[in-house]
């Protein structure tokens, strides 16, 4: 860094000095120097020694590098207030809150102790972990704020729904807590893949790998909830609508994540399995229910009549937008032949 010359460099050091109230006699005591030498800096005879900079800085209160271009560096001075100022709101926003908590916690677990068991203690302290891990833990994390809050989170969130259960002598905890993990996985997986600390490890397969858990927490969610609260023809009837939701939920995703076309094929093609899937799904639901495959689609039958609609129309769409598709490459590849 290029210092300025001596007799910007003198003066500015001179105007540090007549701030902080402070003799050219106070100064070179500090630097332990001799007076004279601080008079030839600010005088510009002379360049304090290498060796002085940190000194000086520190005394006068100014950085290295305002030292060297003889002037404030404004920018520098705010960002370090705004760092002093929110290093002070963490110490009061903790302090707050902390005080908070133990005026929670304390007369809870005293009553609860007295009163012969801590079951509704433990709901509140639980309570306040996930209020914690909300307010807090992204306060205190330096990197990775998002993932350290929602890791938490979800802990916090599961031993609250324990301590509910045993509180309450249920028998619900499995059921919640798979379904707020696929409440999670459906909304925060794919940024948690996309995050630094994952995607090294996801890399082109964070698409399947959201797919894989949000369809494996799904069939966990029916196979646990219809064992649990339904009966054998419940969880058959679950596993089959849920395969056929799932099927067509990873046909739409298989197009539009790998096919190699532009957006108006894929959708036509979209619009096209959505087809495929409805007039599948009629045909299936109408023979689980006895109709035979040649009274499905007569006018008597009013709902499929409304399915061959719904086909029709988006195979119609389907076309439409095919094209669309077609004029589109055209329009493109007229341009490169010329």
Same mark, same amino acid.
């Given at each position: ?39 030839? #800096?600010?005088?510009?005879? *002379? ?6 900079? *940190? ?29 002093? *100022? ?21 007369? $809870? ?12 203690? /433990? ?27 929602? +890791? ?19 028998? #619900?905890?499995? /059921? ?10 459906? !909304? ?22 959201? /797919?894989?858990?949000? *369809? ?25 609508? /849920?395969?056929? +939701? ?29 087809? !495929? ?13 006895? !109709?035979?495959? $040649? ?7 009013? $709902? ?17 937008? $095919?094209?669309?598709? !077609? ?12």
């Amino acid at each position: 860094m290029k210092m300025e010359d001596k007799s910007t460099l003198g003066k500015f050091i001179q105007t540090k000095r007549k701030e902080l109230g402070l003799s050219q006699k106070e100064l070179a005591k500090a630097l332990y120097v001799t007076e004279s030498a601080v008079s030839k #800096w600010e005088r510009g005879i *002379s360049y304090p020694d290498i060796t002085m900079i *940190s000194g000086i800085c520190e005394v006068l209160h100014i950085s290295e590098h305002e030292l060297c271009i003889a002037s404030e560096d404004r920018q520098q001075r705010e960002a370090d207030l705004m760092v002093k *100022s929110y290093k002070r709101f963490v110490r009061g926003y903790t302090i707050i809150t902390g005080a908070c908590y133990l005026a929670a916690v304390i007369p $809870s677990f005293i009553y609860n102790v007295t009163h012969g068991g801590i079951g509704w203690f /433990m709901v509140l302290f639980t309570s306040l972990m996930l209020t914690f891990s909300i307010i807090n833990v992204p306060v205190f994390m330096k990197e990775n704020r998002a993932l350290w809050t929602l +890791g938490a989170s979800t802990v916090s969130l599961m031993l609250l729904y324990a301590t509910g259960c045993v509180y309450s002598h249920g028998d #619900w905890f499995v /059921m919640a807590a798979l379904g707020t993990l696929l409440g999670e996985a459906i !909304v925060f997986l794919p940024f948690v893949l996309r995050s630094g600390v994952f995607e090294k490890y996801a890399g082109n397969c964070k698409g399947l790998i959201c /797919m894989a858990a949000d *369809s494996l927490l799904a069939f966990a969610c029916l196979i646990y909830g219809t064992l649990k609260y339904g009966n054998a023809g419940d969880f058959k009837d679950g596993m089959i609508a /849920m395969a056929a +939701g799932l099927a067509w939920c990873w046909a739409v995703f298989l197009i539009i994540r790998y096919l190699r076309a532009n957006g108006f094929f894929k959708t036509a093609l979209c619009l096209a399995a959505s087809a !495929v899937w409805v007039a599948v799904m009629t045909v299936l639901s109408n023979a689980w229910n006895g !109709v035979k495959l $040649s009274e499905m689609f007569t006018i008597k039958d009013v $709902s499929g009549n409304y399915n061959v609609l719904v086909c029709l129309a988006l195979m119609g769409v389907a076309a439409v937008f $095919s094209i669309a598709g !077609v004029v589109f490459k055209l329009a493109r590849k007229k341009p490169q032949d010329r």
